[in-house]
Structures are given as structure tokens and as C-alpha cells.
């Protein structure tokens, strides 16, 4: 059992928008904010997409983008397209823990 | 770029020992944290333990303390996880990362396999 929820998957069509939500609790998401978002494919080295809630690390496509609400987080894609067909984890500060995370969402591509 | 290559995973029995090993490139070492970062199948990453710049502060997870231990050697790029007691709920991909200051994990490597199994 992760800290974090996050959907099992979540799919859309391309060039549609798809979001992903990841809840945490007054410990973690809705206490700091440091939430970040990973994009994995199999057998690759998590990426980092976004940073502190909301922040696009360089090179990461304009198309991400991340917000907080309340102990939710979301990450957001635009313009759907092949390659973003992957495996997304959420992670965040926490009270009890330096860092803790989601069980991720798979993003399927119709 | 930024290149974290881990090595040392593995097929141990329950009770071995494991060691470990990252190797970094691509950024001054000596300057970052450190972390190792676990996946069990199926599951979601699971913090393990990180280090600070210096070694001066280690910290590590409940479900390891007493049983693995942290260091880097920064004249070689290095960092280590010396794990002992192992059990089957170790078994996962062990994953090296660089920290964001004292932060999330920023970069990870592609880890290391782990299995604990008679």
C-alpha cells in the first residue's frame, strides 16, 4: 500500500488532455510543496517531469504540467500524443518520511 | 549528462548479504545527496535511505534500519548500499538516485534487481 493514491491507469485519444490525480494527506501533499512527477517507460530510468507542484525541469515538454489542491495533486497532459504512453508516479515531502510515493497510473493511448 | 549506473543485484537467500553499487557521472558528486530507491513488483517506489554530501548525516527507512547500510566514497564517484539480513520483502529493483538538494529524487538510474529466494 503506497502513501500516496493515484488511479491504476487512466487513457484518452491523441491530442486530448488527460489528468492524473495523486492523494496524500495533511503529512505529506497538503503540508508541503514538493510534490513531483515521474514518467517511466519499462526498463528505463524514472525522468523527472515536474518539480515543487508545478515546475518544468528543462526539456520537459510545455504539454505537462502539474497543480496541488488541498492534500490532492494533479499532473496533466495536453495534446496527448504515442510517447506519452507510460507508467506516472507522484512523490512528496512528508512528516514521516523524506520522501514518499504513489503506486503510479498507467497512460494508454487509444 | 547525468548517468547513474547501478550494479550488484542479485539472486541471495533469505539471511545473505548483498552489496550494492552506483557509479556517477556527468555532475560534481561530492556536491549532492544521495538516495536508494526501491520498486517491489507491482508496487510503488519506496524510499530506502539517503545520504548527505559529506556522509556527515545518513537516514534510512524503518523497515532497514539495522540491516543496511549507507556510504558513498566521493573520490570515486561511488555510492553503496551494504544490505544484510535479507528477506523475501526485500526483493525489488534497487534504484540510485541524485537528490535535489535535500529534496525528491532528480535523477535515478535504470537499478538493479534483487531477489531474495531459497
Known amino acids: 500500500q503506497s502513501a500516496l493514491t493515484q488511479p491504476a491507469s487512466v487513457s484518452g485519444s491523441p491530442g486530448q488532455s488527460i489528468t492524473i490525480s495523486c492523494t496524500g494527506t495533511s503529512d505529506d501533499i497538503g503540508h508541503y510543496n514538493y510534490v513531483s512527477w515521474y514518467q517511466k517507460y519499462p526498463g528505463k530510468a524514472p525522468k523527472l517531469m515536474i518539480s515543487?507542484?508545478?515546475n518544468r525541469p528543462s526539456g520537459v515538454s510545455y504539454r505537462f504540467s502539474g497543480s496541488k489542491s488541498g492534500n490532492t495533486a494533479s499532473l496533466t497532459i495536453s495534446g496527448l500524443q504515442a510517447e506519452d504512453e507510460a507508467d506516472y508516479y507522484c512523490?512528496?515531502?512528508?512528516?514521516?518520511?523524506?520522501?514518499?510515493f504513489g503506486g503510479g497510473t498507467r497512460v494508454t493511448v487509444l | 549528462q547525468v548517468q547513474l549506473v547501478e550494479s550488484g543485484g542479485g539472486l541471495v537467500k533469505p539471511g545473505g548479504s548483498l552489496r550494492l553499487s552506483c557509479a556517477a557521472s556527468g555532475f560534481t558528486f561530492s556536491d549532492y545527496y544521495m538516495s536508494w530507491i526501491r520498486q517491489a513488483p507491482g508496487k510503488g517506489p519506496e524510499y530506502v535511505s539517503h545520504i548527505t554530501s559529506s556522509s556527515s548525516y545518513t537516514d534510512y527507512a524503518d523497515f532497514v534500519k539495522g540491516r543496511f547500510t549507507i556510504s558513498r566514497d566521493n573520490a570515486k564517484n561511488s555510492l553503496y548500499l551494504q544490505m544484510n539480513s535479507l528477506t523475501a520483502e526485500d526483493t525489488a529493483v534497487y534504484y540510485c538516485?541524485?537528490?535535489?538538494?535535500?529534496?525528491?529524487?532528480?535523477?535515478w538510474g535504470q537499478g538493479t534487481l534483487v531477489t531474495v529466494s531459497s
Open positions: 538516485a541524485k537528490l535535489d538538494g535535500a529534496g525528491p529524487p532528480e535523477y
Open positions: 512523490s512528496s515531502y512528508s512528516v514521516n518520511s523524506p520522501v514518499v
Open positions: 515543487d507542484v508545478s
